[in-house]
C-alpha cells in the first residue's frame, strides 16, 4: 500500500508543479473536506511548506460550523493564505432549478465572480473520477470558458503525462491532481500522513458526515465508522455512494449535469 500511496503522491506532486510553472495566475479551492485537504497537504508537499497561492473558500454561509471552526484553526496554525469569497444568494439563482441544485449553483455563480475578479487563468481542484459518473470525462487539466461551461467531448488528449498549459483569451484551466485518487486512496492517505480532518466524518450517535456540503442540503448518513480504521474498514465493505447525503443528487438525473456544464466544480 505505501509503495502505491507513494506513486499516487508523486502524481499529483508532479501536476502541482506542472501547473504552477505554467499558468498564472492560480488559485486553489479549498471546501476543508477530505479531497480538498488532502491536496492542500500535497501543495506544502510539493512547494516545501508553503502554498505559494491563494485558497479559495466559495463561501455561502452555510457550511457546518465544525467546518468553519476546522477552516480558521488550520489557517492560523499553517498560515495560509486563505480568501472567503462570499457567494451570491440563492435568490439569484435560476428558479427553474430543482431546490437543492439551486442552493449548489450558489458556489458555481460564487466562483464565476472571483474569475472575473481576480483573473485566474488556472483553478486547481480536489475532485475525483470515482466521486460521481460525470466526473469520470475529466481531464487532469480541463479548459473552460470564462463562465465556466464545459464540453466533455471537446477536450485535449492527455497522453504520457503531456498537459495543456496554454490558455487561450477568455478561458481558463481547471486543474485536478486527485483526479486518478479513490474515496479509499485519500483515506489510506490521510491515516498515514496523519492529516487533520473535520470531526464530522466520524460517526457520533450513529451517524456521520461521508461527504461534506452545506447544512441545508448534505445529510449524515447511518455509521458506526468511529476512526481513520473504521472509515476505512466500512468504505470496503460498502456499496453505497459517496454520494449519498447529497440532497441535489437525488433531485432529477441531470441535476448534476446541468451544473457541471454552467462551471461547478
Not at 21 to 28: D, K, N, T, W
Amino acid at each position: 500500500m505505501d509503495t502505491y500511496l507513494d506513486q499516487l503522491e508523486a502524481q499529483s506532486i508532479y501536476i502541482l508543479r506542472e501547473a504552477y510553472s505554467g499558468i498564472h495566475p492560480l488559485a486553489m479551492l479549498w471546501s476543508m473536506g477530505k479531497d480538498s485537504t488532502a491536496l492542500l497537504w500535497l501543495v506544502r508537499k510539493a512547494f516545501y511548506g508553503r502554498v505559494p497561492f491563494p485558497l479559495v473558500l466559495l463561501d455561502t454561509g452555510m457550511e457546518l460550523p465544525e467546518v468553519y471552526e476546522f477552516r480558521d484553526r488550520l489557517a492560523r496554525e499553517w498560515s495560509l493564505p486563505v480568501i472567503n469569497e462570499p457567494c451570491p444568494p440563492e435568490a439569484d439563482m435560476d428558479p427553474t432549478l430543482p431546490p437543492a441544485t439551486r442552493a449548489a449553483m450558489r458556489k458555481t455563480e460564487g466562483l464565476k465572480n472571483i474569475l472575473r475578479r481576480e483573473g485566474y487563468k488556472g483553478i486547481i481542484s480536489g475532485i475525483r473520477r470515482d466521486e460521481q459518473a460525470l466526473r469520470a470525462k475529466e481531464r487532469i487539466f480541463s479548459p473552460r470558458t470564462l463562465d465556466g461551461s464545459w464540453d466533455f467531448r471537446d477536450q485535449p488528449a492527455e497522453f504520457w503525462d503531456h498537459y495543456t498549459l496554454r490558455v487561450p483569451e477568455g478561458t481558463h484551466i481547471r486543474v485536478h491532481p486527485l483526479l486518478h485518487w479513490t474515496e479509499l486512496d485519500v483515506w489510506h492517505y490521510t491515516r498515514r500522513e496523519n492529516i487533520p480532518c473535520v470531526p464530522l466524518y466520524f460517526a457520533r450517535n450513529g451517524h456521520r458526515y461521508r461527504s461534506l456540503g452545506e447544512k441545508n442540503i448534505t445529510f449524515p448518513i447511518d455509521s458506526e465508522a468511529s476512526s481513520l480504521d473504521d472509515i476505512i474498514t466500512e468504505l470496503e465493505q460498502t456499496r453505497a455512494s459517496e454520494r449519498a447525503g447529497r440532497a441535489m443528487d437525488h433531485e432529477s438525473e441531470d441535476s448534476f449535469e446541468i451544473l457541471r456544464t454552467r462551471g461547478y466544480m
